[in-house]
């Protein structure tokens, strides 16, 4: 964390002014703090966070003196103006400094051998760099009992709290959800939550990376490690397509911690993560994460060597008549999807598919230009159609927060109400009325220049009807940029690569598929399970790489384990295009490997040439596939870079409005935002997660004769599942919501292959 | 009490503030008026009222020694803890009247209800060192350690106000 906001020297307007003796320039109305920053000069601030919003000057660190003006200044909230004359270092300016370092250290604990924060802590390095060095209070500090649980994921060290205001801020004015606060005053001044109860929500880890001292720390990392005994890698999430940037902190080979890593301009990221993102890693060491290779036949199961399930696989692949099929998971990397392509044409053209939604109704939309999150800042309108960001793409929730705060309008189409619906124009609209709603709303929009689309694949996959309605509109607003809510987390990546989205499944059905190879892919609990499930009776051996044990390992003829996304090198593409590097920050367990390396095995036992590495394999993935065009580990960098050429059209997806068949409630779902993948997974989210249930509104509760908290059997066309019910009001009338995703709920069972509509029964369980 | 009721007082008074934090001040006194303190629903009464979120509310009402969040004693004595007072003895008045009540050093609520006892920074009868004020009446001294027992006496004794404002 740079701690001081992105200031542009080069271009735009510039004011003049003098910083101890120097002429420097700045833009007009930034910050002095910022503006010396930029020009070489550190203001030491606490409470200044040029993230959370305007400044508040709760520490008065940042004392400076500007000549004219009457005493000290704070730097962090006085704006530069032409030629000002700025002094942060004379006698006058210092002593301001010292007095309020040594008053703030008046009451702070000399406990740095023993917080989490000492090495890496801001008052740490101010005091030294700053500050008198010494102190004339005698008077015994303050005391509290020692640490309190925030939530099951923060502590509390309320005497180490400098009362900068940075965390309540931080929940009050950007997260929005209210809870936190401070009461009492003076030294009795203590954070707390309103109710007194836990401080959870979907963002709360971000409160410690920003509290300056150690007073608020991680649960999962406390007395885990000190910032000289750990290395940090910058990596990519991999929990959601959203795809921040992230450090991994290691330590002993293990990442013990996630943090955020903005970019300098704010324009991906800012720095700010989810909880589930930050939280979960624990999955590595969870008690179904697989370690052994395993080869079942007929009836036997032996754990063998991770080469003798490479070489078992391979034969399965290569001999006669194996007839292969390839289904690749949404977080296969690039470079394990253009694997899994090289091997599949190695196997007599083999048909491979991903697990995700057919694409080709979409690309009218996906062809309009893409924005980044930082489109968001300055919109003067958003309009979202479809989608649960909060719970499916919680970074974009946040974004749409500041864009509201800086005073966009916020139009939203769905049937699903979610976390933004209270914030704004919210246009409730029945599943398949998409392409009405829009169309009613479109005159109004169109007025507008620069609105941001925001719209869910998921949703307009579902009503094909849509997407002309939505691009036409689009393409007529003056600079209008999309954002996708991608449902998949590297869906964008391995559409890229070209993989289809069906194939396979029609193939085994028919019987055409022997040896079937799941690359961290797991049909059993996507979208299409039941038919999937009938079809894996039809299929020969199974071959399962995947990194926890499930119902598909359980009847795998071979099972390699894998590594996860903390484990293996590789490219994620975020969803809205943005291809970014993965960078280990630990090892997979002993009897695991990272899949390009278990690919890589395979290929070669198959006599198929390919690259040993993931910046070859990368190189070549480039050179075959032109939608990859330009991209490079080099071009990639910190950051990442933009696909810049469209992903190849695939010949599937429906295009009529799809009236679902059957009778009973239109399915509407979603995610958990704690309950699917690797956070469905982490220990450190157990006291967070919330368990899957069906949402109905209270008269089709009444109809069904269904009351909270039953248990209700939900029967589609294509499968069931039992689910307990929540009656909620927000919810409209003659739809049932559901999240997929949920380990053991089951509701892909209901779900066809393509994620499409579906209507399901419900009945008492 | 809930929020119509504290928009009604407020509603001739947004002129005057028209910054919403303003308002929280005049907004928290009326609630308290109803039963000498503010429980969670008056907090979310005037959060509603002023557009603010709870936690703000109360943050601003921890604030003030006035604004009280438990429940207080059919009188409140305020005892000056400030140099004047102090250097005349405050501390030990204080002391002696927590005692008499069974409450512990930091003050509160007697357990039948009578007084609340808490310190106050200097109200402002320096010369009548050590000062005490109950409720909102005018602020007597001095009275000293020894009288503090006399004192209690006088406080049970007298009839509750009518007007809750503390
Ligand atoms: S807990 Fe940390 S972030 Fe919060 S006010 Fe205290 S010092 Fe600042
Ligand atoms: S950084 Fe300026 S007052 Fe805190
Ligand atoms: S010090 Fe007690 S009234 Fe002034």
Redesign the pocket.
Known sequence: MTDYAPVDLERGEQVEFDLNGRRVHAPPGTML?DAAHANGVEIP????EPRIGP????????LVEVEGMRGLQ????TPVSQDMVVHTKSDLAVDGQDGVLELILANHPLDCPVCDKGGECPLQDRTFRFGPGDSRFLEHKRHFPKPLDLSSLIALDRERCIS?FRCVRFSQEVAEDGLLTFQERGGDSEITTFTGGAYEGRFTGNIVDICPVGALTSIPYRFVARPWDVTNTESVCGTCPVGCNVELTTREGRVQRVSGREDPNWIHEEGWLCDKCRYAFPAAWSPDRLTTPLIRDGGTTREVSIEEAVAAASVLLARENARPGIVVGPEATVEEGFLAQKIAAASGDAPIQQLGIPAATLAPIRALPPAELADLDGAPLIVEVGGDPANQQAIVELRIRKALRHGARLVMVGSRPHALTGLGEWHETAPGQIAETVGRLADDIKGTEGVIFVWDEQSLAQEPDAVPVLAELMAEVENAKQLELGAHINGAGLRALGLPADGVLEAAEAGDIGTLVCLLADPLSAPGASRWDAALGKTGPLVVIATHASELTDAANVVIPASMATEHEGTLVSMNGRAQRLRPGQEPPDGAAPGWQILVAIAHRLHTDVARSPSTILRTAVTERSALTGLSYKEMGRLGMRLRRPSPASANGAHAPREPAGEGLRLVTTRRIFGDGFAARSDALEHVRQPADVVISPAEASRLGLEDGDRARLVSEHGECVLPVRVSEAHQDGVAFAAVGVPGAGVERLLPADDGPVRVQLSRA | MNADQVNAYLAPLRDRYPESRALILPALKYAQTEKGWLDLEDLEAVAEATGLTSAYVESVASFYDRLYLRPTGRRIVSVCVTLSCMLRGSDQLYARLCDLEGLPPEGGTSEDGGVTIQTAQCLGYCDKAPCVQVDVDETEGPVLPDEAEEFLAKVRAAAQPTEVWR
């Open positions: 703090v601030i606490f409470c200044y400044p508040l000057g709760a520490c008065r660190m940042c704070t730097a962090c909230s900068c």
